[in-house]
């Protein structure tokens, strides 16, 4: 099932996606993000083909909320959650960091995900259990974990609160800091190692649930701003406390909570 999911996503990118870049029109939803065509194309044609991988109720971005909230009560013994284009302004605007990202999940839990750059050729994909890979290498890329004040960070400071973004604004505890607007594309390159840690203050079910299981998978460890058990924080909106090396998870944690407190 997972070589059929990482064929299926990387088909839709290069059919779909792909011939579009640079050349569609765009319009602004309700809560003010971008939809293209491309976006539309391509969760029609990953929606089909998943169905044919296995016949499970598919969960797209670009559905009313409505939908979505009734896909993932039918869900429960399987679901496709798919965010089509994720970096849509990017993608608009000719910013080549954006992905197409796929997970099957069930009683509520990843367990098989895709995640593609079609812009790098590059396919993050995992099984539960079984570890995550980029291109048939196994994840991490990158091991190598410096102390937590010689980090690279990926910040995304949109949901966080003021007083944590004021923090990480004038006192950082890292050394440096990328946020480049893909959340899924984000994920992996924590499990990657590119991102040392990583912090998000409210991600869409969509924007994690594929990215969490890679990480997982790579061997990383994660948690919300609240709960310790990343699972256990709502599902529509959901912050992330992440790092591969347990030690630096531990200290990026305590730092951002503490900070977030203040």
């Not at 169905?51 to 909320?65: C, F, H, N, R, T």
């Not at 893909?182 to 990657?192: G, H, R």
Request: glycine share 8%; net charge negative.
């Amino acid at each position: 099932m997972l070589r059929a999911l990482v064929k299926v996503v990387k088909s839709v990118a290069h059919r779909e996606v792909m011939p579009r870049y640079l050349k569609v029109a765009h319009q602004h939803k309700s809560d003010g993000s971008l939809c293209t065509e491309a976006d539309i194309a391509a969760q029609n044609a990953l929606t089909s083909a998943l169905k044919q991988i296995a016949d499970y109720p598919v969960l797209g971005e670009e559905m009313p909320s409505e939908m979505q909230k009734a896909c993932w009560q039918a869900g429960a013994d399987g679901l496709w959650c798919v965010d089509p284009i994720d970096g849509t302004s990017n993608f608009v605007n000719g910013l080549p960091y954006f992905a197409l990202s796929v997970a099957l999940m069930r009683q509520g839990r990843s367990v098989l995900a895709a995640i593609y750059d079609p812009v790098a050729d590059e396919a993050f994909y995992a099984e539960k259990g079984k570890g995550a890979y980029l291109n048939g290498e196994r994840l991490p890329i990158k091991e190598y974990s410096p102390d937590l004040h010689r980090c690279m960070a990926g910040v995304d400071f949109k949901w966080l609160g003021d007083k944590l973004s004021a923090q990480l604004a004038s006192s950082p505890p890292y050394s440096s800091q990328r946020n480049y607007g893909a959340s899924t594309l984000d994920w992996c390159y924590a499990a990657a190692g590119r991102f040392d840690v990583y912090l998000h203050g409210g991600q869409k079910l969509w924007d994690y649930a594929a990215g969490s299981l890679i990480l997982e998978e790579a061997g990383g460890s994660m948690c919300t701003l609240e709960k310790n058990d990343f699972w256990a924080d709502d599902v529509w909106k959901r912050s992330v406390i992440a790092a591969l090396n347990p030690d630096l998870f531990q200290a990026w944690k305590l730092w951002v909570r503490a900070a977030n407190k203040l």
